[in-house]
């Protein structure tokens, strides 16, 4: 049996899809399913068990598992409950880790592209200790991640015992199917389609960086399939253990991302420029670009789809179809 925690959020439960699809029916999900259809991003699925979070210590009790897949978290980076986010993302990790290493179970986790907050240390996904501390992550959900990968790379490097296999992977921009509950933390082409595609002007954030243009700020998105064969690949690939980045290595702009989807649906941009809110302007970040060497290093020879057909694929398959889950 699998555990996918997180298992009916984004990554998560197109991870369970991928394990389904691979013939894996002994899947088990640990997540909140609330009262917002987050459950509809497991309808398809077949189901070992579902695990209230605050059931899953007793649970896991007595369970032989072939890995855990940790994806479970608070992910807003607009969180402020210290305390929530610390419980969720820090100790209920830190209590996976201890039973894992007890139990002798792989543990791939997420960490997250926010722990290298401005960029100003680059993204080098170094996994020292000494290296891990040099990065200032600029919001709480990016440093309860942070301060997991650091209580990890501490164990590892003091020669403490570890699960058999241990990997934290450090997503950068994500997009694709079944982020629909996530609101205003959804991709910009998820939260924008529906405009795109009934005919109305879209903005995006002008420039307040000399040298920028307006809608040339850039990310590394990289398609939420891509994401999904790095982790099969690493419950398939045993002897890998670290902490990785997971991003393509390519930053693009939002507008290519808009212009993509317009492309996708053939129909002419309608882009308009808007002022930054103040408030954001002095933290914004204008680039993050993952260094994949390491994974690739690794051995990871997947490779990452290019972002124009990466959102034709999301746009045909789910965007512009009446069922738009995985």
Same mark, same amino acid.
Request: aromatic share 8%; charged share 20%; proline share 4%.
């Given at each position: 049996m699998l555990l996918v925690t997180g298992g009916?959020?984004?990554?998560?439960?197109?991870?369970?899809?991928?394990?389904n699809d691979a013939g894996r029916a002994d899947v088990a999900v640990s997540d909140f399913l609330g009262h917002d259809g #987050?459950?509809?991003?497991?309808?398809?699925?077949?189901?070992? @068990?579902?695990?209230?979070?605050?059931?899953? %210590?007793?649970?896991?009790?007595? =369970? =032989?598992?072939?890995?855990?897949?940790?994806?479970?978290?608070?992910?807003?980076? *607009?969180?402020?409950?210290?305390?929530?986010?610390?419980?969720?993302?820090?100790?209920?990790? %830190?209590?996976?880790?201890?039973?894992?290493?007890?139990?002798?179970?792989?543990?791939?986790?997420?960490?997250?592209?926010?722990?290298?907050?401005?960029?100003?240390?680059?993204?080098? @996904?170094?996994? *020292?200790?000494?290296?891990? #501390?040099?990065?200032?992550? %600029?919001n709480l959900y990016g440093w309860s991640k942070h301060l997991f990968d650091l209580a990890v790379a501490e164990r590892a490097a003091r020669g403490e015992p570890m699960p058999p296999q241990w990997v934290g992977l450090k997503f950068f921009n994500v997009f694709g199917p079944n982020e629909y509950h996530k609101g205003g933390m959804m991709s910009v082409l998820t939260r924008r389609f529906d405009d795109i595609k009934g005919g109305r002007g879209i903005q995006l954030f002008k420039s307040h960086r000399e040298g920028i243009a307006d809608g040339d700020q850039r990310r590394d998105f990289i398609y939420v399939e891509d994401v999904v064969r790095v982790i099969l690949w690493l419950l398939a690939t045993p002897r890998v253990s670290g902490i990785y980045n997971v991003g393509t290595g390519t930053a693009r702009s939002f507008k290519d991302l808009m212009l993509a989807a317009y492309a996708a649906l053939g129909t002419a941009p309608d882009i308009d420029y808007i002022d930054m809110p103040e408030q954001i302007r002095d933290s914004y970040q204008y680039f993050t670009q993952s260094e994949a060497d390491r994974l690739r290093a690794a051995g990871y020879n997947g490779g990452f789809t290019r972002l124009e057909d990466a959102v034709m694929h999301y746009v045909t398959h789910y965007l512009d179809m009446p069922d738009r889950f995985r």
């Open positions: 009916a959020g984004f990554i998560g439960s197109n991870v369970v899809a991928a394990l #987050k459950w509809r991003n497991l309808a398809k699925r077949q189901l070992a @068990d579902v695990v209230p979070p605050g059931e899953l %210590m007793e649970w896991l009790k007595g =369970r =032989r598992l072939d890995a855990v897949i940790h994806m479970g978290a608070i992910s807003e980076t *607009t969180a402020t409950d210290g305390d929530l986010v610390v419980e969720t993302n820090f100790r209920l990790s %830190m209590r996976l880790l201890d039973w894992c290493t007890t139990n002798g179970v792989p543990l791939i986790y997420a960490s997250s592209a926010a722990t290298y907050g401005d960029g100003a240390q680059g993204f080098r @996904d170094a996994d *020292t200790v000494s290296e891990l #501390k040099t990065l200032r992550p %600029m």
